[in-house]
């Protein structure tokens, strides 16, 4: 019993167990940056490297670049479709910009609601205030806002679960 606690310890590589927590914890936050306002797939690609340092097997660069352009993908994806959305149902460019402000103010709110909410109500009052449109249509910008929102969140969720796969795979 003894002997083997002292083989386990005498193999025990720390660089690797910092290495592999130091994975897992950064995917976690690339997954919590799927719903939060931060670049969640790039932390993930810092995952993607702690990694395949700890693994030890060195991956091809073509491996490389495709988590990286995944990551890209997925950071403006989260950007785009919640601009395409409030334009898609007849926001301007202010709701547009006001949506995304309200998405990083929501962030600092009751989670999930603040981040739902946030790019509804910055489209709403934007449109309301800035444009001077009724409140039918700043509300439907709002919501156009926030489903572009949520398509953003899921891209960003399929991504970061597409770069966790080809890591470990």
Known sequence: MLSDIYNWFANFDLMSAILYTSALLLYAAG?????LP??????ALGGSVCYALADGSPSSWWIWL????LAT????????????GARKFGGSKQA???SMLGLF????????FGIILGPFIGAFIAELALVRKNLKDSAKSGFGATLGLMAGVLAKVIVTAIMLLITVL
Do not use: Q, R
Not at 31 to 35: Q, S, W
């Open 38 to 43: 931060y670049p969640g797939c790039f932390v």
């Open 73 to 84: 993908f997925g950071t403006l994806a989260d950007n785009i479709t919640s601009a395409m």
């Open 31 to 35: 997954f919590l940056g799927a719903v």
């Open 66 to 69: 495709i988590l990286t352009l």
């Open 105 to 112: 103010i929501g962030a600092f709110f009751v989670f999930p």
């Open 96 to 98: 547009i910009i006001a």
